[in-house]
Structures are given as structure tokens and as C-alpha cells.
């Protein structure tokens, strides 16, 4: 029996509403909350998570994954598990720094962000097999279970892509026209 899988992106940040041209300050900074607003979006969407009869939730440890997955997991009363590999990307030395600079020098459509890395940080590539071996591990740990994967953006475009075996075009394509969004659940 198969697993079923859902993805949820963490809720909005200041960094998705009032400071939407910066990247994040760092890898695992701890005093990025989730808005107010998105904390009650979040609720909501644990409603309807319930209903989906999810047995497991994985989560990033970073803190606004985390404060995420602990909204659905209070609404559940389930137990989550921190996986350190569903952390969002490492974008190295543009940490703190404006989107602007870093998508000068590394386009959301450009196919070599799949090998180029940032200065201290990660590729999509290297991105893509930490959450893949993470998937992986999980999937053949449980059979016929439903599992809620909390994480970012990236992370979960990658999986969600390595997933459907997507060709090179259609990532570069998604990567501007259905990436996932905050707050979003998807089915896997």
C-alpha cells in the first residue's frame, strides 16, 4: 500500500509581505515568526488538513516551518517530527541581502542553478537530493500512511518536481508559474 503526501508551505513572513525584496537574514533564524494574519490562515487550513486523516507530519526546524507545523499539529493532536534536511535552501553569502542582487546573478529561469552554487551555499541540485533522500528514507519507512511534509519553497518545488519526474523545462517553467506559495497545501 502506497503512502499518500501533502505539502504545506510555512504561512507568510514579513519577508513574503513587508520585506518581500530581502532574503532571509539567515539559514535558521529563530526570530522570523509568521504574521498574525497567517497564523489565522494557518488555523483555518488545519481544519481542512483534519480532514485529510494525516497519521504523520515532518517538518523543517526552522522556525517559521516549525511554528507552522505546530498550528496543524495542535488542530491534529499529532506528534511532529524535525528533519534538519527540509530545511529552505542554503543561498550562502546572500543571506540578508536584497533579492535583486541575488536574481542578478542567479535568474529563477536559469537552468544552471541546478549546478551553480552561491558563495556558501547550495545549488537547486544539492537542494533537491537532500529533500529527495529525505523522501526517499521516509517512503520506505511507512506503508499506506497519509504525511504532511511542512517546509519552504524551494525545498518542496524540488520534491514536488523530483517527484513527477519533471524534465528541466518544466521546472524552469514552474519556477515562475506554479511554484508553491506560503501557506499552500499541495497534494503530492
Not at 514536488?160 to 508553491?180: D, H, Q, R, V
Request: charged fraction near 35%.
Amino acid at each position: 500500500m502506497r503512502n499518500k503526501y501533502y505539502l504545506l508551505r510555512h504561512g507568510k513572513t514579513i519577508y513574503q509581505t513587508k520585506k518581500k525584496g530581502i532574503i532571509y537574514p539567515a539559514r535558521d533564524s529563530t526570530e522570523i515568526r509568521l504574521t498574525k494574519k497567517a497564523e489565522g490562515e494557518i488555523k483555518k487550513l488545519a481544519k481542512k488538513i483534519k480532514k485529510l486523516s494525516v497519521d504523520l507530519i515532518y517538518s523543517s526546524d526552522f522556525f517559521r516551518a516549525r511554528q507552522t507545523a505546530e498550528i496543524v499539529a495542535k488542530g491534529l493532536k499529532k506528534k511532529i517530527f524535525f528533519d534538519k534536511r527540509l530545511r529552505d535552501i542554503n543561498l550562502g553569502v546572500y543571506h540578508g541581502k536584497s533579492k535583486k542582487e541575488f536574481y542578478r546573478n542567479f535568474p529563477r529561469n536559469y537552468p544552471e542553478r541546478f549546478i551553480k552554487r552561491p558563495p556558501r551555499g547550495e545549488s537547486w541540485k544539492d537542494c533537491q537530493k537532500r529533500i529527495f533522500d529525505f523522501f526517499k528514507e521516509i517512503n520506505k519507512k511507512y506503508k499506506g500512511k497519509t504525511i504532511l511534509i511542512v517546509g519552504h519553497g524551494d525545498p518542496l518545488w524540488l520534491l514536488e518536481g523530483a517527484f513527477k519526474k519533471w524534465p528541466l523545462k518544466k521546472f524552469i517553467k514552474t519556477s515562475t508559474s506554479n511554484y508553491i506559495q506560503p501557506g499552500e497545501l499541495r497534494k503530492l
